[in-house]
């Protein structure tokens, strides 16, 4: 019973923060896990509650009911624990009865594609060359070629920085109207605009480290009722991969289908609070902000873009120093500085860098950056 005291005093403290609360510098630009700040980190000290208990219920609640703001949605909003690839498998289990089309440009989208063949369905790709946005005219010629129960894609390719034109792409697949939109939310939500309602997405998924810059561990999702519909066609949907389950949980008990995080939801309801208080437009706009920095600083230093269509992504960069400086080398000279930056991924790992200026990274903070990498290239 004296926890349980204790559990009520703590998870009572307002989610703003406290007096004489200031924004660290962040020296840490991995395209995620992104910086989370000292606030939001001591949330993680909070006692261990029973997930199924009332303090914890009303922690759940106020992280679901906030994440419906982010997400854009008037439907619900559920959270799993474990990673986005936990996600994106529990979506094709339970939301792709038989054939999806993946629109692939990167690793990370397909990583989705794999895990679809992984599980036994029958996946197509749409391919791209890495750094190109996938040109929507391209989806309509696939979907007249051949009928998919969905089509699955990632809004920004955290391996090439690239944004995709998501809303265009919704809007030609919903000319085939039984046909499912899933999303990979992971790097863009947060950071810029992702509509869920008024785009028309059935599923949109993001792992809570990156934009909403809470410690990982935690990915949250939303779907539609038309993909609920679908889902209910489907026997076999597992147990933790089971969309449903997560719906019918959060809608009967109030909590997560199994033992949940306790300590990251007390994070991700403080770090909520910080994103509730800048307002999510304001949010919106200083990662626009933060790419147009970056833009110009790499056009002043000759650092080039490494995507080669489409506006980059307003939470991650990926670009390709000079020839002389290795791109291996510059992440380890900053490093020596006490920096963090992102190696490439994938086929792209020696010879690009990724900056994330995502979740909390402020423009001084940026500034901060291009002075050492200017330093760096002798400027």
């Known amino acids: 019973m004296p926890q349980c005291g204790m559990a009520l005093e703590v998870l009572s403290l307002p989610a703003e923060p406290r007096a004489g609360f200031h ?17 939001v980190r001591e949330a993680l000290t909070g006692p261990v509650v029973a997930h199924r208990s009332a303090s914890f219920k009303a922690v759940y609640a106020s992280v679901a009911e906030r994440l419906r703001e982010v997400f854009r949605t008037e439907g619900e909003v559920y959270t799993a624990v474990g990673s986005a690839t936990l996600v994106m498998e529990s979506a094709i289990l339970s ?3 038989r054939r999806v089309l993946h629109l692939t440009n990167g690793a990370f989208s397909e990583r989705w594609h794999a895990i ?49 034109p998501l809303a265009e792409i919704a809007r030609v697949v919903r000319e085939h109207s039984d046909t499912l939109v899933l999303v990979d939310a992971v790097s863009s939500l947060g ?37 609920a519909a679908q889902a209910a066609t489907i026997a076999h949907r597992g147990f933790y991969t089971d969309l449903l389950r997560y719906r019918d949980y959060h809608r009967t008990t109030g909590s997560t289908i199994t033992t949940a995080a306790v300590s990251l939801f007390y994070a991700l309801e403080r770090q909520l609070g910080l994103l509730a208080e800048e307002g999510v437009e304001r949010r919106f706009e200083r990662h626009a902000t933060l790419r147009q920095m970056t833009e110009r600083f790499a056009a002043e230093t000759g650092l080039v873009y490494a ?3 489409g506006p980059p992504s307003p939470t991650v960069s ?4 000079p020839a ?10 900053l490093a020596e500085q006490g920096i963090t930056v992102g190696s490439g991924y994938g086929e792209w790992k020696e010879s690009t860098f990724r900056i994330g200026h995502m979740g909390e990274v402020q423009p001084t903070d940026l500034e901060a950056l291009f002075s050492s990498i200017h330093s760096i290239l002798g400027h």
């Open 116 to 164: 679809s063949l992984a599980v036994g369905r029958e996946a197509d790709r749409l391919s791209v060359p890495w750094g190109e946005a996938v040109d929507p005219d391209l989806v309509r010629a696939a979907l007249a070629r051949g009928r998919y129960d969905a089509v699955a894609l990632a809004h920004s390719e955290t391996a090439t920085g690239v944004l995709n």
């Open 307 to 309: 995507s080669k269509s």
């Open 23 to 39: 924004r660290e510098p962040i020296r840490f630009f991995l395209p995620g896990p992104s910086y989370v700040l000292a606030w």
């Open 318 to 321: 990926c670009l390709r120093p």
């Open 324 to 333: 002389e400086l290795p791109a291996r080398r510059l992440v380890e000279r």
């Open 95 to 97: 939301l792709v009865p």
């Open 191 to 227: 950071g810029t605009p992702v509509e869920t309602d008024a785009w028309g997405l059935d599923l949109v998924l993001a792992g809570v480290q990156k934009g909403l810059a809470a410690p990982p561990g935690l990915t949250a999702f939303t779907f539609s009722e038309r993909a």
